[in-house]
Nanobody, 124 residues
Framework: VQLQASGGGLVQAGGSLRLSCVAS????????MGWFRQAPGKEREFVAA????????RYADSVKGRFTIDRDSAKNTVYLQMNSLKPEDTAVYYC??????????????????WGQGTLVTVSS
């Protein structure tokens, strides 16, 4: 499985970005997709996850109400719409893919495959 993330860049505080991640290769028959981020000097942290059907989502408290995760399963693509960005959102964002689960995972152990990361920089 390969995951290719894109859409990162430099944006001013209050601005928006939309990240995309395309999965290719053999995946699970149903799978969860998610986004994590890692700021310099910090641990990689959970941002959002979405179920195979797209009907179930989970968010980190720090992004609730500002970020939206969605997916196009026909295209094996997951998106992260990021609005009202803050300087503290600056990080490398990683997409991830894991087996389908009734309860969406929020830790790295819940995901088996990872993309290469895309850098998001929010200036104040």
């Amino acid at each position: 499985v390969q995951l290719q993330a894109s859409g990162g860049g430099l944006v001013q505080a209050g601005g928006s970005l939309r990240l995309s991640c395309v999965a290719s290769g053999r995946t699970f028959s149903t799978y969860t997709m998610g986004w994590f981020r890692q700021a310099p000097g910090k641990e990689r942290e959970f941002v959002a996850a979405i179920s195979w059907s797209g009907t179930s989502t989970r968010y980190a408290d720090s992004v609730k109400g500002r970020f939206t995760i969605d997916r196009d399963s026909a295209k094996n693509t997951v998106y992260l719409q990021m609005n009202s960005l803050k300087p503290e959102d600056t990080a490398v964002y990683y997409c991830a893919l894991g087996p389908g689960s009734v309860v969406l995972p929020t830790t790295r152990r819940g995901f088996a495959y990872w993309g290469q990361g895309t850098l998001v920089t929010v200036s104040s």
